[in-house]
């Protein structure tokens, strides 16, 4: 499975993309890349109580957001293409 990182996120990872082995699901897989990753990144992942995706996290699965998918059960197969980005505000 392959993960794409974007502006903050990339900065944190330090990538542009990554492999993972397969997850079986969202939540899963934000575990797995949280662990790798550290603290920094759990924190912008998750919510504060760590139950959610964080306000603050677009994740898609093949270009789909998982807010329409199943949130943190949206389930996850070998060949999808995950991409993390912040949320971007500007003017």
């Given at each position: 499975?392959?993960?794409?990182?974007?502006?903050?996120?990339?900065?944190?990872t330090r990538v542009k993309q990554t492999s993972?082995?397969?997850?079986?699901d969202i939540?899963?897989?934000?575990?797995?890349?949280?662990?790798?990753?550290?603290?920094t990144m759990r924190a912008m992942l998750y919510t504060p109580d760590g139950t959610g995706i964080g306000?603050?996290?677009?994740?898609?699965?093949?270009g789909r957001n998982v807010q329409h998918?199943?949130?943190m059960d949206t389930?996850?197969?070998?060949?999808?293409?995950?991409?993390?980005f912040p949320m971007v505000a500007g003017g």
């Open positions: 499975m392959n993960v794409k990182f974007f502006a903050t996120y990339r900065d944190v993972i082995p397969a997850q079986p939540r899963a897989m934000l575990a797995l890349l949280a662990e790798r990753y550290g603290a306000e603050n996290a677009i994740i898609l699965v093949n998918l199943g949130n389930p996850l197969s070998e060949s999808d293409t995950i991409c993390v």
